[in-house]
C-alpha cells in the first residue's frame, strides 16, 4: 500500500519508543568474534554440566515418587482397575 503524497504523518508513541532502542542498539558496541565464540562455548559447557545433574534428579525424583505410591498402594493397573 503506497502512501499518499506529502508529509510523513507522526509516529506513534511504540514507533518512537521503537527508535529509541534500536538507536541505543546501534550504540552499543559490536564484541569481537573470538570473545564472543568464546563466551557462547563457557556458556554450553556449564549448561551440560547442570543439565545432566537435572535429568538425574529428575529420574531419581520419578523412582522415589512410584516407589512411594507403590509402597502406600496408589498405584492402579493400567485398565483403571482396583489396586493390587
Known amino acids: ?4 503524497p506529502g508529509p510523513d504523518p ?3 508513541p511504540a514507533e518512537r519508543r521503537l527508535a529509541e532502542l534500536l538507536a541505543e542498539v546501534r550504540g552499543a558496541p ?3 568474534a573470538e570473545d564472543l565464540t568464546d563466551r557462547v ?3 554450553a559447557r556449564w ?7 537435572l535429568f538425574s ?3 531419581l525424583s520419578s523412582a ?4 512411594a505410591a507403590t509402597l502406600l498402594g496408589l498405584r492402579r493397573n493400567r485398565n483403571g482397575g482396583d489396586p493390587r
Open 64 to 67: 522415589l515418587a512410584e516407589a
Open 10 to 12: 507522526e509516529p506513534t
Open 47 to 53: 549448561q551440560r554440566g547442570v543439565r545432566e545433574a
Open 30 to 32: 559490536v564484541p569481537e
Open 1 to 4: 500500500m503506497a502512501h499518499p
Open 57 to 59: 534428579l529428575g529420574g
Open 41 to 43: 562455548v563457557r556458556t
